[in-house]
């Protein structure tokens, strides 16, 4: 079975600073890889998604994941945060089966003016 | 606007007392699913279905049933609330299970407290 890490429960970074969000991925194959948002009081947006090719993978909102098969690694990455970028963050792994996608526990953002 | 919503979005009961949150999604997806997000343990899948008339147990299924009888529409059932049921409840539909097109579409979320 699938299984994601987000070691990091918390991430504080001052406004304009880079980000990096890290998830670890289990997983016997290549898997599909995904990074949600969670902004206050509301659902699920997903930001981007990897399924294969290019290991660099371009979504919304600025942000972009690099996947890394060596380290099974699928981190997010934003070169300068807004305030509006606080919210908690979710990876995702999917295996192509019925039963979807097993979600990380997520990473609380805080930016610092 | 292609969108799943849920109702209620807040909803205050008592041990016991049946309840049903709705689900509806209109993009005409095959698969939903249900979660519950409670701090420290992220999202955890309670049930899903693959398609009208499949439906199957996800992580957490204890207390709760699904029914799938249209294709748009995925009610949660509690038919016997406890305190521990008290979550952030996720309705989420993709168009296939896996694939290139597993990107599942979340609704806004159910708030219950079960007191």
């Known amino acids: 079975a699938q299984s994601v890490t987000q070691p990091d429960i918390h991430i504080t970074v001052s406004e304009g600073a880079s980000l990096e969000l890290r998830c670890n991925y289990s997983?016997?194959?290549?898997?599909?890889l995904f990074w949600y948002v969670q902004s206050p009081g509301q659902g699920l947006q997903l930001l981007l998604k990897?399924?294969?090719?290019?290991?660099l993978v371009q979504g919304i909102k600025g942000f972009e994941a690099e996947f890394k098969r060596s380290q099974s690694s699928f981190n997010l990455r934003k070169p300068s945060v807004h305030w509006s970028d606080a919210a908690e963050y979710f990876c995702?792994?999917?295996?192509?089966?019925?039963?979807?996608?097993?979600f990380g526990k997520g990473t609380h953002l805080i930016i610092q003016p | 606007e292609a969108q799943v919503t849920q109702n209620p979005r807040y909803l205050i009961t008592v041990t016991g007392k049946k309840l049903t949150v709705t689900c509806s999604q209109n993009?005409?997806?095959?698969?939903m699913s249900w979660y519950r997000q409670d701090p420290g343990l992220g999202l955890r899948q309670i049930y899903y279905?693959?398609?009208?008339?499949?439906?199957d147990k996800g992580d957490v299924p204890e207390g709760y049933k699904v029914s799938r009888k249209e294709k748009r529409n995925f009610p949660l059932i509690l038919e016997s609330p406890s305190p521990n049921q008290t979550s952030l409840y996720f309705c989420?539909?993709?168009?296939?299970?896996?694939?290139?097109?597993?990107?599942?579409?979340f609704g806004p979320g159910t708030r219950l407290t079960v007191t």
């Open positions: 989420a539909s993709s168009l296939v299970s896996g694939g290139p097109q597993m990107e599942q579409y």
């Open positions: 997983y016997g194959a290549t898997p599909y």
């Open positions: 990897y399924f294969s090719g290019d290991t």
């Open positions: 995702a792994v999917g295996a192509g089966g019925a039963d979807g996608l097993t």
């Open positions: 993009m005409n997806h095959e698969y």
């Open positions: 279905s693959m398609n009208v008339e499949v439906t």
